[in-house]
């Protein structure tokens, strides 16, 4: 059974930082891919970063150069290091689990980021 386990989230300044780690079980984690998505009240759930099985990473036009998407697959976790926070950035974000050598996609429980002075 696939869990994914998400944590990091908090409240935060404008241009500040945070770190969301996630952490995958009952799953081979480096056959996946993985990425996080966020979701603003009111909007659709959005891409946010995702990283391949081979290191591959596609950011969103939102996250790029602000966002750094990694993985270390001894630790069966995948990160997104935030930089220079805006308020726009307030969401709840889920940590995202699939590729073709997964078959299906997989979410994990959210966890809130709130970028406000």
């Known amino acids: 059974q696939v869990q994914l386990v998400e944590s990091g989230g908090g409240l935060v300044q404008p241009g500040g930082s945070l770190r969301l780690s996630c952490a995958a079980s009952?799953?081979?984690?480096?056959?996946?891919?993985m990425g996080w998505y966020r979701q603003a009240p009111g909007k659709l759930r959005e891409l946010v970063a995702l990283?391949?099985?081979?290191?591959?990473?596609n950011y969103a036009d939102s996250a790029k150069g602000r966002f750094t998407i990694s993985r270390d697959n001894a630790k069966n976790t995948v990160y997104l290091q935030m930089t220079s926070l805006k308020p726009e950035d307030t969401a709840v974000y889920y940590c995202?689990?699939?590729?073709?050598?997964?078959?299906?996609?997989?979410w994990g429980q959210g966890t809130q980021v709130t970028v406000s002075s």
């Open positions: 009952g799953v081979i984690f480096r056959t996946t891919t």
């Open positions: 990283i391949s099985t081979s290191g591959s990473i």
């Open positions: 995202y689990l699939g590729g073709p050598m997964i078959g299906r996609e997989y």
